[in-house]
């Protein structure tokens, strides 16, 4: 299938330059943008967005995805008028002018819109945010759908990745793990991680299928940070007595984090039965080839 034209808003970050790598290899039209001045790069910044470098561009564009936020918990919970200002406002003033130019917006939520109570949220779940950056994620859900009923909206789970460059939280605890320091790892914060190559097949999935509204693409496999460190000391031939099963709640102030995310991709497993998310204990495999393994202990 030919694949379209995609404009891809924040392209520097961890999710944004992974699209727009997978996008530009496949589609050398692909367009992105950064607020940092760049050859590369057209320049927009969430603050005074402004799509004026299209006007110097010959080609149609016909979706934009989204991905210049400041998705950072303690900077939204610290100041909250700033990040508010580029996550919300920002984010809708330019899903107006993508509008006036016929370009269909897709956006990002998070799994952070949910307080944890209940057991498992689906897409149709009621969303009820404990804090800044949550609600940050609650605004835009709600009223992004009112400036435009064709956008799409993807609510994330914690997103990693197998390549040890772009340090994700896998990789940050595999290392750990691996020095034998000692880990205090909380066993009731709860969570579905995604591997980024299954959000990229997922989105690219949606924006084929002209999907809109709102999907969770998140993992399917439920885990905490205790069982994590536990599979990665496992796989790495690691005794794990360094690993101390701990509660959230010790670590002390800061934003208020949502205990129980078992956010499933309900509306989209449905829709797409055949994809094939990858599994934990395959991406953790993959992981452990960083660090060789310890012949001292058996697994
Ligand atoms: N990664 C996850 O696990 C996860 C989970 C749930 C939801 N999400 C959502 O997915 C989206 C992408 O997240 P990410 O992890 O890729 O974040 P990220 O790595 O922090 O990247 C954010 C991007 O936004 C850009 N940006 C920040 N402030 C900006 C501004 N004022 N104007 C223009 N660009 C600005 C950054 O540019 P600079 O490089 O110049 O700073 C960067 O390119 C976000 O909406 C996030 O909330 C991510």
Partial sequence: MKKENLLIIGSTGYVGSHLYEYYKSTNPYTLGSSRRKTLEMSYCDLYQPSLDFLDQVKIEYTSAIICAAIPNIAKC???PKETFAQNVLGT???????????????????DIVFDGI????????????INEYGIHKYFLEQL???LCDECLMIRLSKTYSVDIQDETFLHQLARR???????????????NPIHIDDVIKAIDMLIQNKCRGLYNVTGTETTSWYMLAKQLAHAMGKDGQNITETSIDEFGA????????????ERFL???PNFKFSTLEENIQ???KFYPINPKVSS
């Fill in 118 to 129: 209940d057991d498992l949220y689906t897409d149709q779940s009621k969303p009820n945010p």
């Fill in 77 to 79: 919970e610290n100041d």
């Fill in 286 to 288: 993959n992981i452990t």
């Fill in 254 to 265: 800061g934003a208020k984090r949502a205990k129980k995310l078992n956010v499933r991709p």
């Fill in 177 to 191: 793990v691996y020095n034998e320091e000692d880990i205090r790892a909380a066993s009731d914060l709860i969570f």
């Fill in 92 to 110: 809708l003033n330019l899903i107006r002018q993508l509008q006036l130019r016929g370009i269909k917006p897709v956006l990002f939520s998070s």
């Fill in 270 to 272: 449905n829709e797409f």
């Fill in 144 to 146: 992004a759908p009112k």
